[in-house]
Structures are given as structure tokens and as C-alpha cells.
């Protein structure tokens, strides 16, 4: 192989397929990014055999060669270099000699072809959305995907395609993310479970350019998506997701509309006195204007007031802090409404405009 | 004591005093921040025995009174405070009473009479410096304290007052930083060791601020530094410092003239071969205009190339990357100049005009 490119592209392409690159592992040849020459092109691809990326890049190709090599080194040459043409060669031995300006390194190589081919999807079956907006979807939600692995399909996100929109839902036992965004063409229904993991690296790669698209293409087993330059692949998980529709009722015993921010600030503040575990939840009061929230611990007490407007009965109700913060925190609109049914039933929070977010969260039952 | 006084002024302070409370001790009282009530000011004051720093901020106070509360819950506090104004009350119980806007909390507080008292300095024997001159000298020389207590005066710095300049020395066995700055008086001649962590903590409440000054004062057993609104106490460390003037010849047989940067770049580069632990050197061999750094491990080869000057012999001298790295970056000139003796004697490290600041390091013997 011998082949010339840029080093910022180089650099950027590895950085993209770095993240689907295993760092511990039985099978050395995943930690490896492959590197196979196209016609004036160079793709470099990661595969820990859940999640593969596909990055391909300009380049001079004199040789053609299909080689892989090891990440961590080569990732870590590839940063310092200066900012100049890089040339790969790699000789009958498999030994790579990566050349820029004035340096020169020798790296032992592997062959391309011990390196897992990523899955061939068919590319039948797609949507387009911009790359930002399911960043977004996926910043909303990915946070209460479930950790444990107790129910291996909770550590996975629901993706619908239904009624022309896309649907994203996560569970974790304790609350419901949920966000749809319309799509401009009518898709036929779908719907699959993609890992929590997948979700945050793509996540990571998709452009902040405003107009860039991502195709996504669905198998049975397979999801796909087509940012343009760069590629990835995942498997789904498989089983039946949490029934989630009927859990956003629209009913409501009390209803607050509260400024988004000020009830951060004031649980955050609260959540400070009740740090020392779960188990101490942050206890809330509302009437037809006030909220107060408040925290009793070992450590100490907070009491906190803001201004609320309030609809129907007076309630009291306890939560575990995380679970309010974490929703608070991904809301970009001003104002939330809250919906509450009981001091025992779950709440649902949503902005005061618009249905595009819910959250769902269970109440921590007091001892009174 | 009731007090109160702006969210800013005492966020500041806190985070200043942290820098010396302790976090592990066993002695409890240590993990408090002392507030005491002076005329018109609150004083806040962290001491871990070796470390103590005051800092005192403008309040009004309506009942004087001298307190301990646990340093970690009273800065998460203060921190997520709104910008508003704070009062805090201490009942007869010790409860004390945070307010700001509409937040209330209650922590229990400790007797200040506990608090160990900060050592009495007669402030006698002084200088005075920029405090961004005294942060610039600390960066410059703080990386090369030796961090084993094998001979724990060298866990310190070697600050002299000599020949109408402050020098200010670092040695861990291996290499020597040193950095002096002219004083604009006449100060008697006088020498110390102060603790690397004390330098460490103090040159991050240095001020960013071009003209504000630091006055510093010696005893026998301490150390303060006067910063204006905060004062700084530490222990000073006893036994014989390193005699280090002999180590700074002028002598060579080999001096080279560099680019600092270039250099800096190829030696990071040629280190990514040689990361595998400080067994393997990086070689640099140095005719009339070139220098050749290469580096040779189980995982590859690199091979590095730069213009020189040169007077003197032709050398080749093999080194722990890291310690060139250290102070090639610390080091603010554009072109530094190499002194050698020998492949086997160390070498001088300095800007190619000025004298303040001179790096020595020891050569790894090349097994040839």
C-alpha cells in the first residue's frame, strides 16, 4: 500500500472511527482501525462487532492495500504530526512507514483481511432527518436509558417511525424520556431498539453544520446511518420494549406552569442537603402560587420558594432530585408545566409549549 | 453572629481558603473553614497544620461571633447560591441559618475556639514582587520537586534571597529547574525551603491582575505571603537543600541553538515510541546543522529531523523524553540553547538570551 492524504483529514477520520474501536478485547486485530484504499480515496474503519464505523477520506492512492493498525499508536502519531501531507507505505512484511514533513515513523502493520467486514446492510428502508435535530432528540433522552442490565432491552432506546414522525423513548424503572420530531416525508411504520452506547457515540460525530443531513436505514437486525463521509453501523437489540403510550396520559388532579431554570437552581440547591444517597428525597409543597421544596438529612435542612401558577387541588409529593434535574436540564424552553395525579402516581413534565418532549418520573412514597 | 454580605465577595473567598483545608484527616475541625466576624469584615480562614490561608471580605455584621462549618457542604452551598446578598446566623445551639432570596439553610456549625490558630508571624524580614512574576517562577520550576519522601527536603523549592534577586530552585534526583528575578530593593540575604504543595495551592489565588503585588515574610520555621485581602502560612521545610550553583556551568563542548517549539513537537512525537516506561530513551544525534532525535521500542521506530546551530563537537546523548518535554514547555523564548559536555555529563537547558531561567538534566548512558 502506499497512499498520500492531508493530516487534518486523516486526523478527523480517526477520531470519527475511534469510537466504534474496542480498547480491551480477546480479539487484538478490534483494536486495530483498518485502513483500505479506494479509487483516490482512503476509508478507515472501526468495528467492535456492535457498533462499526466507516470513514472515508481524499486521498493519492500509488498502491492500493487493505492494512490495520493499531489504534492507540497510530491515533497518537496521527495528532502530533504536523500539519502537512502525510504518505503510508507499507511493505511485503507488513511494515508501515507513516511520513510527514520531517518525521518519520515504522510501525508493524496486520493484514486487512483478518479484520471483521462490517454487516452489508441493504439500504431499503430510510428516513431523513438533520443530524442536529437527532442530536438533540438523542441529548433529550439517552440520560435515562437503563445501566443495569437486568433488562438488556432497556439499555436501548425505542426509535418509531409512526404517523409521519419519528419517535425516541427511553426507560430506566424510574422515569420515562420520550421526544418526536415530525419527518417532511410519510415513512412506512417501524420500529427498532438501538443501544444507549451506539446513540452516544454517533452523537458525538454528527456535525454542528446546520443543513446536514443523516439518512437512516433499518434491517431486522441492523441500523445504519449515512452521515455522507462517514458511516455507522449497529446491531439492535432485540425483545419487546416497555408499552409506553398510555403512560403520558393527559389527565391531571394539579397542574404547575414554573420558570425552568429557577426550579433547576432550587432543587439543585435542595439536592445538596440530601446528596448522601437515594434515599433522601426532596419533598414538595404547592398551593395556588408557591411551590416550596424542601430537605431534611443528617446533614442539615434546605427550604426553597419559588412562584408557581397552579391548577386544581393543592399537592404534596417527594422525588429522588437526580431524576428532576437530569429532565430540567435537557428542557431548552423557559417555562415546564408539571402534571400530577397524586402524591403516588408519577408525574409528567413537559414544556408549556409544544408536545415534541415528555418526561415521566415516579414519586418517592413519604412516611407520614 | 449574624453577618451578611455579597454571594460574589464570599464564593471568592471560600474558594480561596479551600486550597488549605484538609480533605483526609483525623482530626475533624481541619475539614471546616473558620468565619469570624471583624469590624465591617468577615475573616474565613482553611489550616491543615502545614498550609493556612486567610481571606477577609467586606460584611455587615450585626452580632460578632467566630465559627466552624464542614468546608465541603458550606462551599457546595455558597456555590450554588443566587447572586444575591447572603446573611448567616449561628443560634446558641450552633445551628447556623444561610439565607439568600428565597433559600434557607440549616447546617450545624462547630465552635471556632476549636479551630487551630493560624502560627503568629512577626512581619519583619520582607520582599515584594509581582504576583504574576512569583506565578511565572512557579511554573517554571514546580514540575521538578521531587515528589518521593526518599529525601523529603526535595519535596520542596529552594527560595534565596541573594545578590538583590529572588532564585527560586527545584531538584528530583534527576534534573534541576531554576529561575531568579531581579528585586527592585536591596533585601538581606536569606534562604528557604517552602513545601512544593504550598506553591502549588498559592500560585492559584495569584491574581491575574498586571500591577497587584505579594509581599512575602520570613521566619525560621514559616513562610507568609501577604496578597492584600487573603494571607498565606506554611511551614517551612528543615535540613540542607542541594548546594546547586556548581551544577550551572558555562562550560561546553557542544552548545546547539533551536527552534523551542519544533524541538518541543519532535521530542513529544519521538516519545510516542518510547511511552512504554522511562527504560527507553530517545536518541538525539547533533552534527553542524541538524539534529536527529530517534527513538527505537518493541512498538516501532520514529525518526525526527531539525535545523540546528551548532558550535563545538559533533555529540550523540540519549534522554528520558519527559524531562526535556517538561521544561521545553514551561519555557517562554522562541529559541532555547543546549549545552553539553559530554554524552555522559548533563546538559543545560536555557532561553538562547536572558540568564533567569537554566534547567539541568541528567543523560541516559546509551548501552553502544
Known amino acids: 500500500m502506499k497512499v498520500s492524504c492531508t493530516k487534518n483529514d486523516l486526523l478527523n477520520s480517526v477520531n470519527i472511527v475511534l469510537k466504534a474501536v474496542s480498547s480491551r478485547t480477546t480479539l487484538p486485530i478490534l483494536e486495530c482501525i483498518l485502513l ?19 470513514s472515508t477520506i481524499p486521498a493519492t492512492v500509488e498502491k492500493s492495500g487493505c492494512i490495520a493498525l493499531e489504534a492507540k499508536i497510530f491515533s497518537e502519531i496521527v495528532r502530533k504530526l504536523p500539519e502537512d501531507e502525510v504518505k503510508i507505505t507499507v511493505d511485503a512484511n507488513l ?15 496486520q493484514s486487512g483481511a483478518d479484520f471483521p467486514e462490517l454487516p452489508k446492510i441493504e439500504r431499503d428502508k430510510s428516513i431523513t432527518l438533520k443530524q442536529s435535530t437527532l442530536k438533540d432528540m438523542i441529548r433529550q433522552t439517552i440520560f435515562s436509558v437503563a ?25 430506566d424503572g424510574y422515569r420515562v424520556s420520550y421526544r418526536k420530531t415530525p419527518l417532511s416525508v410519510e415513512n412506512e411504520e417501524n420500529e427498532v431498539v438501538v443501544p444507549g452506547k451506539t446513540l452516544g ?19 431486522d437486525k441492523h441500523i445504519l446511518f ?57 419533598k414538595m ?14 446533614l442539615g435542612t434546605a427550604h426553597e420558594e419559588l412562584p408557581v401558577n397552579l391548577e386544581g387541588k393543592d399537592l404534596m409529593i417527594a422525588f429522588n432530585p437526580k431524576y428532576l434535574i437530569d429532565a430540567l436540564k435537557v428542557i431548552d424552553d423557559d417555562e ?3 402534571l400530577f395525579m397524586s402524591s403516588l402516581n408519577p408525574c409528567i413534565i413537559q414544556p408549556v409549549n409544544g408536545n415534541e418532549y415528555k418526561y415521566l418520573i415516579l414519586p418517592i412514597r413519604l412516611n407520614v
Request: net charge negative; charged share 30%.
Open 201 to 219: 457515540e454517533i452523537s458525538k460525530i454528527f456535525s454542528s453544520e446546520e443543513e446536514d443531513q443523516v439518512s437512516i436505514y433499518f434491517t
Open 36 to 54: 483500505e484504499t479506494d479509487q483516490n480515496a482512503l476509508k478507515l474503519t472501526g468495528n467492535d462487532l456492535e457498533l462499526g464505523i466507516e
Open 226 to 282: 449515512d452521515l455522507g463521509d462517514s458511516t455507522v453501523v449497529s446491531r439492535l437489540l432485540e425483545g419487546e420494549f416497555l408499552k409506553y403510550e398510555n403512560s403520558f396520559s393527559e389527565d391531571y388532579e394539579t397542574r404547575i406552569t414554573v420558570d425552568r431554570k429557577a426550579l433547576l437552581m432550587s432543587i439543585e440547591r435542595a439536592a445538596l442537603i440530601s446528596r448522601e444517597g437515594k434515599k433522601n428525597p426532596i
Open 147 to 171: 445501566t443495569e442490565e437486568t433488562r438488556p432491552i432497556l439499555t436501548g432506546e425505542l426509535i418509531q417511525i409512526k404517523n409521519g414522525a419519528l419517535h425516541m423513548v427511553s426507560v
Open 285 to 298: 409543597e404547592m398551593d395556588s402560587d408557591r411551590l416550596v421544596i424542601t430537605s431534611n438529612t443528617e
Open 336 to 338: 415546564v408545566a408539571i
Open 95 to 109: 511494515m508501515a512507514t507513516i511520513k510527514c514533513a520531517n518525521s518519520e515513523f515504522k510501525i508493524s502493520a
